[in-house]
T-cell receptor, first 113, second 114 residues
Framework: LAKTTQPISMDSYEGQEVNITCSHNNIATNDYITWYQQFPSQGPRFIIQGYKTKVTNEVASLFIPADRKSSTLSLPRVSLSDTAVYYCLVGSSIYNQGGKLIFGQGTELSVKP | DSGVTQTPKHLITATGQRVTLRCSPRSGDLSVYWYQQSLDQGLQFLIQYYNGEERAKGNILERFSAQQFPDLHSELNLSSLELGDSALYFC?????????????FGSGTRLTVV
């Protein structure tokens, strides 16, 4: 499984766009890049997943360059409720039986008023 | 609501005791994963079951065991509990697609060993 590196913490203000970059130099051909959000004392919540280029949903965008060695999670116009830990994970399913995901330390995002 | 149900939400027990944590996966998911989250260790993968069979093991202590039953619910058994076992225990289940995986996490069981 590819190891990921991301900043330990980031600060932002309400209304700003936040970009969190994750490095995954050893990503494998079959690996997808997935981001999760975790609030204190709650289980992680799936945000977005992508393989290459750009993916956008109602919550965030995910930018993946051609070499796939890094990815950037973009949160538009953050609010106080976006204060959470964000995890970048890299992995793939194995023969339709699921694959374990290994969580790194994550990025603690603090949004201030 | 992720669709994954964990019980109980809170558990307080004494050192040396044994407890069982229960997880019902999201409807249709065959894989169940257990994670432990403590303040100093982050989210640690413990064990994975797929359709009743153990598929992967992480940093799970010998005092801990798990199983997945025919109805796909899973139980994590923790025995000879120590103070250091105090943590949040999360269960997750996955949508098994050919090339992607998306986990749904339960709200966790907070275990406090006193």
């Amino acid at each position: 499984l590819a190891k990921t590196t991301q900043p330990i913490s980031m600060d932002s203000y309400e209304g700003q766009e936040v970009n969190i970059t994750c490095s995954h130099n050893n990503i494998a051909t079959n690996d997808y890049i997935t981001w999760y959000q975790q609030f204190p004392s709650q289980g992680p919540r799936f945000i977005i997943q992508g393989y290459k280029t750009k993916v956008t949903n109602e919550v965030a965008s995910l930018f993946i360059p051609a070499d796939r060695k890094s990815s950037t999670l973009s949160l538009p116009r953050v609010s106080l409720s976006d204060t959470a830990v964000y995890y970048c994970l890299v992995g793939s399913s194995i023969y339709n039986q699921g694959g374990k995901l290994i969580f790194g330390q994550g990025t603690e995002l603090s949004v201030k008023p | 609501d992720s669709g994954v149900t964990q019980t109980p939400k809170h558990l307080i027990t004494a050192t040396g005791q044994r407890v069982t944590l229960r997880c019902s996966p999201r409807s249709g998911d065959l894989s169940v994963y257990w994670y432990q989250q403590s303040l100093d260790q982050g989210l640690q993968f413990l064990i994975q079951y797929y359709n009743g069979e153990e598929r992967a093991k992480g940093n799970i202590l010998e005092r801990f065991s798990a199983q997945q039953f025919p109805d796909l619910h899973s139980e994590l058994n923790l025995s000879s509990l120590e103070l250091g076992d105090s943590a949040l225990y999360f269960c997750a289940s996955s949508v098994t697609q050919p090339t992607t995986i998306e986990y749904a996490f339960g709200s966790g069981t907070r275990l406090t060993v006193v």
